[in-house]
């Protein structure tokens, strides 16, 4: 019969229970246990050890009676792992509420098309160097003369969940359906009977439940095709796509698929020349391609662009301020910093419109908001990171505390002549000036030796 102090000896069980025990006190209670351990094998034997060493569980519990007194809080609060996990926190909260990061998951996954390098937007440049749509009679016209193109097609925003796009638009994005086939041209071809014929994505199909109808504007629409998991364009929103050919005068989106042997430039050339062998002269011959992968991912480079133009906002106002660090300071200040600006990120691909403009074919009039709202959050949380780092003892990194004022109030301005802030384990004091007299120096710190160490002994 196996003994059970022979799969887990006594001593290794009291150890594994002291990782129970609050760190202040676990060595010395590690320590205790084991001396009575050795008491106990010595006049009640080997036999009774396993049972003595069990108990060590239930003491180490006991132990946390006082886990969440107001001191241990206060101090836990003050720890710079603290500050990481309330960060960790805000970006779980933020892949919770957004349903798992959809946008962001789309934005970085392949795209769902066939060849995604050879799908372009097609726009009209003007003098501004803003982005517009086209009008349809130009769609026509390439439709029928360019030979760079291996084909066109049209998409316009109905609603926020319903798309008009032209006959071929899946088959030129190269969509497959739902059961993995090749979308062909007539993918809004249905049985005949009374009704209009759409795409839905999958995940609005399943929604529906096996119906094969769905109600649009009102009217009863019947299901032509369903969508592979993932697909989208324009936006992850949209779940309905709706045949309509727009007229010669009706401004629409335009996308189409480069020929094999085409570049952009190429393609850009020719469309050119053909609107002008149609009399549109002037900035209404200029047009622009873009590639749907690169705009797609271009928020990535829109965010590091507004992070440089944060970083470059608050390189004035740092002087020589900064602490001298040391490597775990740097350490911490990297980490805070990377998981607050993520979540910057994140909050911002999730909630704003700052992922789908860049799929519009038209005008990008959010992008100009986007990126002023990317560079005023980048710059609040570097510059409460920096704050953050400052208000932190320069050894242990916990946040400073017991303000005192400096001075009386009425000697400078009605106002106290500053602050002082001492880490609560006595490693130094912080004096924060109310006027900076010095540029260099704002924010003087002093060393505490071990003299003073008597002063903040735990009770």
Known sequence: MIRPDSVIPPAVMIRIAGLLVPSERRQEWIKEWLAELHYARTHAGEAESFAFASGAFRDALWQQRDFWNPKRTRRLMQSPWFCLGSLTAILVLIAISSGMLPMTRMAVLPLAYRDPSRIETIAQSSTVSTRSALPGRAVEWWRSDSRTLDGIATYLWESPDVASVSEDFFYVLGARTATGHW???????????????????????????????????????????????????????????????????????????????????????????????????????????????GRVRSVFALFLT?????????????????????????????????????????????????????????????LAISAWLFVMASAGVLAWSLWDQRQRCRVCLKRLGMAQHVGCSGCLLLDWAGTELVCVEGHGMLHVPEMVACWQEPYRWTSLDETWQELFERS
């Open 183 to 293: 979308m062909d041209r007539d993918a809004f071809r249905c049985a005949p009977g009374p009704g209009e014929c759409v795409v839905v994505s999958y995940d609005f199909w399943r929604s529906l439940k096996g119906l094969t109808t769905v109600a649009i504007n009102g009217k009863a629409c019947r299901v032509a095709a369903v969508t592979e998991p993932g697909f989208w364009f324009l936006s992850p929103r949209i779940s309905v796509w709706r045949m309509g050919t727009p007229s010669p005068k009706t401004h629409t989106g335009v996308v189409a698929r480069l020929a094999a042997d085409a570049s952009p430039s190429e393609a850009e050339a020719e469309l050119a020349a053909i609107l002008q062998k149609h009399g549109e002269d002037g900035w209404d011959s200029v047009v622009e391609l873009t590639g749907v992968a």
């Open 306 to 366: 507004c992070l440089f133009v944060a970083t470059l906002i608050l390189v004035p106002s740092l002087h020589l301020r900064m602490p001298k660090w040391n490597p775990a300071a740097v350490a911490f200040f990297v980490a805070k910093s990377m998981l607050s600006l993520l979540a910057v990120f994140l909050f911002g691909i999730e909630f704003t419109r700052a992922s789908s403009i860049t799929m519009l074919g038209g005008s990008d009039q959010f």
